[in-house]
């Protein structure tokens, strides 16, 4: 692969144009829940952004594709609304196309939007037709029956029948500060919910969520480089100022209204709500200091609800995606933390062991739950538990592996260190009978991490050293390239993870990551040690790991010459390491990083540090800027311009101390990029730009920098 013959792409523009080999995978999967057929997304090449809707014919194995934007989009117009960009921005979503749909109950019927419009397809058929609209669409949905399809557009839930018939609105407010159907910030970006209404299993009612904006904090996020364009403005509730009001009504096909009550003051999050059959609607509710979450049956008639289980701590619960849940006898399936492990619970007993780490439920049927766990936390397995048979461990090989079930068929995606990419194997009744086609493309290089465990906290570490072909003589300079956040683990056994740290390997570094205290699949107790301070634990295990690991490979490491480098947690982790601990590390690259917590938003900050009007020590403690007189490393701050997760404001607000302490340093910002830097000349020189940054700080004077390859 080449821009021009004979010239094969350098792996920073080959890594750029595949989205990090991510292209071309098959993703969204879903299996019916007969088994008869598995629904996924995928685009056509390893360099394609654009995802069609596909289906697998379980029985025969064969592959068809049930509807392709370039065809159902005769106008080439794949315009994305402004409201769908934000919720995309939320998601993480980097590939275009169909990037999500939704199925009825039997996974025959499929919708989802293109370029703000809205189609539904056949699965059974192959048959994609678009149905009428009252304006750009969002988050389609179908009802279980597939008899009708719900929709947001500007502020308000429409409803459309599968035919395309009796388009209406069903609920909406005259306000540019409510809407009715959609998440708020807050829920998107760090709560795990992405969505702001539930069917009924009959399809004639909705339970919806309102959301009034108006107590929150206006931003403006300008580009400076388009001073022609107008700011576009967003509510973002930063730590200890007011949130969205949210509250949830039951609506009718006819827009009759029957509002939701529970007390609001207490639990104000909307952490999840849903509908499930045979069952009555439900709420789960949070308190603003996270310590209480609360599960509320909700009469449908009346909309008063009562408490039917609540859990606290004191420090935060925990929110977990697709809970709550019921088997269909009625018991509850849940997650509890017992004996420092977060446990599978059904009815509030414990069905998993002390020890194995549950974390994430994929899915719940009639007498079974599909879980994500594991007792080593560089690695992630899947697991059946069923009334019947107790617990069934279903992937043995070390590796990363999610999953989804639909009778008897699983569907099972596979991550290891032996090879680059996933891979989706379709098994029923434990007979592997397909996998699903992947067009992603094939890395030019191939990682070749070493995972150890360093110091006396036994942290989970990887080591990347360069390929013998391109092996420097002596020690080698080292870049620690850790994220180091809450709940997010780097140190996996998946290949492709450690793709970007190889490269750099490659240019001449030992990289190092580890994963400290915090970053998950360890227990509560190791989740918990940062809170009220995302500063000390962090960076005391980052220097840990480091010196740890320079006596395990005796003469690969150099300690003399330390470079840090991290995005958005790991950006502010790589500023704070060459602050305060400028004996350790020699230089950082800090790209999107949080430097005052006191910007950053409510329900993640809060979550950690507490309410900055209660305690602003806590949150000075973990912030920047007063650190700010004391550099003498260097420092490179990367930042999109259009950033409206961690705002610009952020690294501009600690050049300003630095430039205020007299200290040097260099400002990369980045015009028209977000949190997320996909463009692909930005994320292939972003690469280029950060090696010869460290190059130079971290050069030996007798091995002045060169070029990267």
């Given at each position: 692969?080449?821009d021009?013959?004979?010239?094969p ?48 014919d379980?029985e025969?194995g ?11 989009l ?9 409201e769908?960009r934000?919720?995309?921005?939320r ?12 199925v009825?109950?039997g ?5 989802f ?7 539904r ?7 994609a037709v678009e ?15 597939g ?16 035919d ?9 407010e005259d ?30 009612q ?6 009034d904006?108006?107590p ?22 930063t ?17 009759a209204?029957?509002d ?14 849903g ?38 701590s004191?420090?935060w ?16 399936v849940?997650?509890?933390e ?36 594991s ?13 019947s ?27 290891t ?29 191939r990682?070749?991490?070493r995972?150890?465990?360093?110091g ?11 390929r013998?072909?391109?092996?420097p ?14 709940h ?23 990289v ?10 360890r ?27 320079a006596?395990?490979?005796?003469g690969?490491?150099?300690l ?8 958005s ?18 230089a950082?690259?800090?790209g999107a990083?949080?430097?005052?917590w006191?910007?950053?938003?409510t ?5 950690y540090?507490g309410?900055?009007?209660?305690d ?10 007063d650190d ?7 420092l490179?701050?990367i ?18 101390a ?5 200290r ?12 997320m ?22 050069a ?10």
């Open positions: 692969m080449s021009s013959p004979g010239q792409l350098s792996f920073p523009r080959h890594r750029a144009r595949t989205r990090n080999f991510t292209l071309g995978r098959p993703r969204n999967v879903t299996v019916a829940d007969d088994g008869s057929r598995v629904v996924f997304l995928r685009s056509v090449s390893g360099t394609d952004p654009v995802n069609a809707l596909w289906v697998l379980v025969h064969k592959e068809r594709q049930v509807a392709e934007p370039a065809t159902l005769t106008t080439g117009d794949d315009d994305v609304p402004p769908e934000a919720r995309r921005e998601m993480r979503e980097i590939a275009g196309g169909i990037v999500g749909y939704d009825d109950t996974a025959t019927q499929a919708v939007a293109l370029g703000g419009r809205l189609f397809a056949d699965l059974v058929t192959g048959d149905l009428p609209v009252a304006g750009p669409v969002i988050d389609p949905r179908l009802d279980p029956t008899s009708r399809v719900g929709y947001v557009t500007g502020s308000a839930l429409h409803v459309v029948e599968s395309g018939s009796q388009g209406r609105p069903v609920i909406g306000s540019d500060d409510v809407t009715w159907g959609v998440a708020e910030f807050v829920a998107a970006e760090e709560m795990d919910r992405s969505r702001g209404y539930w069917w009924a299993p009959d399809g004639q909705l339970l919806v969520a309102r959301v904006e108006s929150v904090r206006r931003w403006h996020i300008a580009d400076p480089a388009h001073p022609e364009q107008p700011a576009t403005e967003t509510r973002y509730p730590a200890g100022t007011p949130n969205a009001v949210v509250t949830v009504a039951i609506v009718g096909l006819d827009g209204r029957v939701v009550a529970w007390d609001a003051d207490a639990l104000p999050y909307l952490a999840t709500a509908w499930p059959a045979d069952r009555p609607p439900y709420v789960v509710a949070q308190s603003r200091d996270q310590r209480t979450v609360c599960l509320l049956e909700v009469d449908p008639g009346s909309g008063a609800t009562r408490a039917i289980a609540e859990e606290t004191t420090t619960v925990d929110l977990h995606p697709r809970l709550p849940a019921w088997l269909a006898d009625g018991r509850l849940g997650l509890a017992h004996e420092d492990t977060t446990t599978l619970t059904v009815d509030g007993e414990a069905a998993t062991p002390t020890g194995l780490q549950v974390t994430a439920v994929s899915g719940v049927g009639d007498d079974w739950v599909l879980l994500e766990a007792e080593e936390p560089t690695e992630r397995h899947l697991y059946r538990w069923s009334a048979a107790g617990l069934e461990r279903l992937t043995t090989a070390p590796g990363m592996y999610r999953g989804t079930i639909g009778g008897d068929v699983v569907a099972v995606e596979t991550a260190l032996d090879a680059p990419g996933t891979t989706w194997t379709i098994s029923r009744g434990g007979t592997e009978v397909a996998r699903l086609t992947s067009y992603a493309d094939t890395p030019s290089i990682a070749t991490p995972l150890i465990r360093t006396s906290r036994e942290l989970r570490t990887a080591v990347v050293l360069p013998d072909d391109v092996r003589d002596g020690p080698l300079p080292v870049l620690m390239a850790p994220y180091g956040g809450p997010f683990r780097m140190v996996t056994t998946a290949h492709n993870l450690y793709l970007e740290p190889q490269w750099f390997a490659d240019q001449g570094f030992a190092v990551i580890a994963d400290g205290r915090g970053t998950g699949g227990g509560p107790a190791w989740d918990r040690a940062v809170h009220l301070d995302l500063a000390g634990p962090v960076l005391e295990d980052q220097v840990d790991a480091l010196r740890a690991a006596e395990q490979l005796p690969e490491l150099d003399g010459r330390v470079g840090i480098s991290g995005w947690f790991g950006g502010y982790l790589a500023a704070l390491a060459v602050l305060r601990r400028p004996d350790v590390f020699h950082a690259v800090a990083p949080v430097t005052d006191t910007l950053y938003d329900h993640y900050t809060e979550r540090l309410d900055p009007t209660a602003p020590d806590v949150y000075r403690r973990s912030s920047l800027l700010a007189p004391g550099l003498r490393r260097p490179m701050l930042h999109g311009l259009a950033d409206d997760n961690v705002a610009v404001a952020h690294t501009l607000g600690l050049s300003s630095l430039l205020a302490a007299g040097p340093h260099t400002v990369l910002p980045l015009s028209g990029v977000t949190h830097a996909t463009q692909e000349a930005v994320a292939e020189n972003l690469l280029l730009l950060q090696v010869e940054f460290l190059r130079s700080a971290l030996d004077p007798q091995d002045p920098p060169g070029t990267p390859a």
